[in-house]
Antibody
Framework: QVQLKESGPGLVQPSQTLSLTCTVS????????VSWVRQPPGKGLEWMGV???????AYNSLLKSRLSISRDTSKSQVFLKMNSLQTEDTATYYC??????????WGQGVMVTVSS | DIQMTQSPSVLSASVGDRVTLNCKAS??????LNWYQQKLGEAPKLLIY???NLQTGIPSRFSGSGSGTDYTLTISSLQPEDVATYFC?????????FGAGTKLELK
């Protein structure tokens, strides 16, 4: 069955770089896109970016200067890196399988706190 | 960026009620509108894609409609398990954007 699971550090210091991994199973990264979406505590959802089946990427313009999404198809993993973290980047980060611009399967999310 | 405005922000309704949630885009989004349901402590779940297409496995009491800038999600007969926050999402123009959500509560 389709599964996605995010992993990464729960705590990141301000100004440091966040690195998250989304490990997928039940589908191929060359057949489905994968997006990242985040949600600050008690707030709404923000689309961050996507890696397409061909490996190209697109990012939310608000985050583009700090954000990078990549993948390793042999390991069925998608990576998110975001630099210059601030407290407002504290959020639950989700990866989601993306088909025709809708997110049909989501990971459970990983909570990231930015604090010294 | 396209702004998505959801109303009301909080809705209280009784079991069995017909419930309508609204989503208004700041410009025409050509029916590229999805709805997600998020229960407390869980990841969002896709309910409806491209305005009126019910995702596999979603109960038929959920339906969507709309065009241009105005869209609605309707629950024909509210069930206790429908308590959640509902988000609309447009994918007509980059960057794709979510609404702020409507929190649906039981009265």
């Amino acid at each position: 069955q389709v599964q996605l699971k995010e992993s990464g550090p729960g705590l990141v210091q301000p100004s440091q770089t966040l690195s998250l991994t989304c490990t997928v199973s039940g589908f191929s990264l060359t057949s489905y896109h994968v997006s990242w979406v985040r949600q600050p505590p008690g707030k709404g959802l923000e689309w961050m970016g996507v890696i397409w089946t061909g490996g190209s990427t697109a990012y939310n313009s608000l985050l583009k200067s700090r954000l990078s999404i990549s993948r390793d198809t042999s390991k069925s993993q998608v990576f998110l890196k975001m630099n210059s973290l601030q407290t407002e980047d504290t959020a639950t980060y989700y990866c989601a399988r993306t088909y025709n611009s809708y997110f049909d399967y989501w990971g459970q999310g990983v909570m990231v706190t930015v604090s010294s | 960026d396209i702004q998505m405005t959801q109303s009301p922000s909080v809705l209280s309704a009784s079991v069995g009620d017909r419930v309508t949630l609204n989503c208004k885009a700041s410009q025409n989004i050509n029916k590229y509108l999805n709805w997600y349901q998020q229960k407390l402590g869980e990841a969002p779940k896709l309910l409806i894609y491209n305005t009126n297409n019910l995702q596999t496995g979603i109960p038929s009491r959920f339906s969507g409609s709309g065009s241009g800038t105005d869209y609605t999600l309707t629950i024909s007969s509210l069930q206790p398990e429908d308590v959640a926050t509902y988000f609309c999402f447009q994918h007509n123009s980059w960057p794709d954007t979510f609404g702020a959500g409507t929190k649906l509560e039981l009265k």
